[in-house]
């Protein structure tokens, strides 16, 4: 597509419960990155793939927090059990090796 | 204090003026980038500046890179209201000689530019 599709836009969850975020990078964009953003923060780094391996997964805050790309396309973020200090605007860029970021809108997470 | 930190934290000036906002980091890098945010969801993509690159201009925008002193300077001239929003510097760091695109986010400065 012609940017960074991400889905769904919005989500409001019930403590304890599973989230599954959605991204659709641009075609041809071989890395992939998902960022978090609490509230008046800055962008926090989760974890980077390069096509469908993941190199960096540095950033993932805890085991409940898992990630994986197929097809070098699609990405998934999901976080199990989720805690109300989840709720943040979860960012996915994509990116040609070296370039800047393409961002996508995010998908804000609340969890209550 | 984090790698890619900018300063002023918040900025307010009148349209026509220019508007300044200054990037310090700590590591070497690849090179340095901008971005805008708007009313806190996707970030846009300003201007790259490569660690050899002294200063890079675009439209309005200019970018300075010092990296003897680890700092970085956005200026955008003549502002308009419509620049209102969150600026953020972000760094990608070298990564034993691979151009590993991984940037790291400074906390943003929030420009507010009055009509």
């Known amino acids: 597509g012609a940017g960074v599709s991400q889905s769904p836009s919005n989500k409001v969850t019930e403590k304890g419960k599973d989230v599954e975020l959605r991204c659709d990078p641009i075609s041809g964009h071989t890395a992939l990155y998902w960022y978090r953003q609490r509230l008046g923060q800055g962008l926090e780094f989760l974890i980077y793939f390069q096509g469908n391996s993941a190199p960096d997964k540095s950033g993932l805050p805890s085991d409940r927090f898992s990630a994986e790309r197929t097809g070098e396309s699609v990405s998934t973020l999901t976080i199990q059990r989720t805690q109300q200090e989840d709720s943040a605007v979860y960012l996915c860029?994509?990116?040609?090796?070296?370039?800047?970021?393409?961002f996508g809108s995010g998908t804000r997470l609340t969890v209550v | 204090s984090q790698q890619g930190e900018e300063d002023p934290q918040a900025l307010s000036i009148q349209e026509g003026e220019n508007a300044t906002m200054n990037c310090s980091y700590k590591?070497?890098?690849?090179?340095l980038q901008w971005y805008r945010q708007n009313s806190g969801r996707g970030l846009v993509h300003l201007i790259l500046?490569?660690?050899?690159?002294r200063e890079k201009h675009s439209g309005r925008l200019r970018v300075t890179l010092d990296t003897s002193k680890k700092s970085s300077s956005l200026l955008i001239t003549a502002s308009r209201a419509a620049d209102t929003a969150s600026y953020f510097c972000?760094?990608?760091?070298?990564?034993?000689?691979?151009?590993?695109?991984?940037?790291?986010f400074g906390q943003g400065t929030i420009l507010t530019v009055h009509p």
């Open positions: 590591t070497s890098i690849n090179n």
């Open positions: 500046i490569r660690s050899n690159e």
């Open positions: 860029a994509s990116s040609r090796q070296g370039g800047g970021y393409t």
């Open positions: 972000a760094t990608a760091v070298n990564a034993g000689g691979t151009s590993y695109g991984k940037l790291t």
